[in-house]
């Protein structure tokens, strides 16, 4: 397929894709590094729930209680016991399966962005506006900044690949 070039815009045609001339886009850059950065912290994840598989949690807990210099009578911690005990073999499995299936989709996401393929473009944007509900509910159910900034970067970069996507579709449109 040739190639087709219109120097005004700064636009190529590349096997069917739209992209400035040698120029890579910093956001899908930034968001592609910022979705690595995810799947590295849910492998990690994954790999510590399957780590705890064999020892007993309520005194795993009250050992890095210890170690990071908290009362093991205070109420943070004695809640965590209580939460902690919930979980059992079985649960954690899940959780690690979970972890890794969500880190291979990050995986996927960053790497297709920073190779700034359209596809990847795509899952990122239906992946985020599919966890949005779920932000906000959090966000409605107990409000806290962390819950808040997760939110407003979500919107970010929602925001973000709804503008890219249009732009290259208006340049796909004056390039035919």
Do not use: C
Request: aromatic share 10%.
């Amino acid at each position: 397929m040739q190639n087709e070039f219109t120097s005004e815009q700064g636009l190529v045609q590349v096997q069917g894709r739209t992209q400035h001339a040698g120029v890579h886009d910093r956001g899908l850059l930034l968001i592609g590094l910022f979705k690595l950065g995810k799947a590295i912290l849910f492998f990690l994840l994954g790999i510590g729930a399957i780590h705890m598989l064999h020892k007993d949690l309520g005194d795993e807990v009250m050992r890095l209680a210890t170690s990071l210099k908290f009362d093991p009578e205070s109420k943070f911690v004695t809640l965590l016991l209580d939460k902690v005990d919930l979980i059992d073999a079985h649960r954690l499995r899940q959780i690690s399966l979970a972890t890794f299936a969500y880190s291979a989709l990050a995986l996927t996401e960053g790497i297709g962005l920073l190779l700034e393929k359209v596809w990847a473009e795509y899952l990122t944007l239906i992946l985020t506006v599919s966890f949005l509900p779920w932000e906000l509910y959090e966000l409605a159910r107990r409000p806290s900044w962390f819950r808040l900034n997760l939110l407003l970067i979500n919107l970010a970069v929602l925001g973000y690949l709804v503008w890219l996507l249009r732009r290259k579709k208006v340049a796909a449109e004056a390039l035919n």
